[in-house]
């Protein structure tokens, strides 16, 4: 698959998965709206993804967090199968990512040099 098609998977998969958390579609309850999508790997073969999810919590949240969308992995895979226009849907991994956490980090190390 060429390399402008598989960031368009990783868009899409990105857009649906921050749209089943948002909305409160996963039920689990590990699962709130601090939780953010920062980045999607697809694999060439769009075979598998790697999901990183950031959170505006705390980091057991976030912890949490991903080990419920692991959980859930099956469940929104079949929500993306319906979305996706691939041959087979990715097998999805989800990973904590503490970019967030380090942005709000350097913005108070910024405001404090200011200051």
């Known amino acids: ?3 402008i098609k598989t960031r368009k998977v990783a868009a899409k998969i990105r857009e649906e ?20 999508v ?20 705390t980091e057991r949240n976030l912890t949490a967090g991903v080990e419920a969308l692991n959980h859930a992995a099956g469940f929104i895979q ?12 990715p097998k999805l991994r989800f990973f904590d990512d503490h970019s967030i956490e380090y942005g709000t980090d350097m913005i108070q190390k910024l405001k404090e040099l200011d200051s």
């Open 1 to 3: 698959m060429s390399d």
């Open 17 to 36: 998965i921050g749209t089943l958390i948002l909305r409160g579609i996963i039920k689990d309850p590990r699962v709130t709206s601090e939780l953010s």
């Open 38 to 57: 920062t980045e999607v790997d697809v694999a060439k073969d769009t075979s598998t993804a790697k999901v990183y999810i950031s959170s505006f919590g």
């Open 78 to 89: 079949s929500r993306l199968a319906k979305t996706l226009q691939t041959r087979n849907t």
